[in-house]
């Protein structure tokens, strides 16, 4: 990754289609990594019992990350508007933290 880092294009376009693959890449090892965490947390609680995480730890540690990965997507957007505005960023909605939301 550094030997590319010294060998960046000059031109604003292949500027921007390399931050895009970056971002692209951001967000797939930022997916795989919710993925594992999730998997973890479901070997955890059936090796140790529903007592060592309950599903409301779960669904707010998703959402935190869920957050984050919202926040580092805004940071990584393109400027010229093809991605959107910096300040319209939220973080995705899943079927978990909009059922949690919806019962309190």
Do not use: C, W, Y
């Amino acid at each position: 990754m550094l030997d590319v880092a010294k060998s960046l294009p000059e031109d604003p376009e292949e500027l921007r289609r390399f931050t895009a693959l970056l971002l692209a890449e951001v967000k797939s090892q930022a997916m795989l990594i919710e993925k594992l965490r999730h998997q973890l947390a479901g070997h955890r609680s059936h090796r140790f019992g529903s007592s060592s995480e309950t599903i409301e730890q779960l669904q707010l540690a998703l959402e935190a990350s869920e957050i984050s990965v919202a926040k580092m997507t805004a940071k990584l957007r393109l400027p010229d508007g093809e991605e959107g505005r910096e300040g319209q960023a939220q973080a995705p909605s899943s079927p978990i933290t909009s059922r949690a939301r919806r019962s309190n």
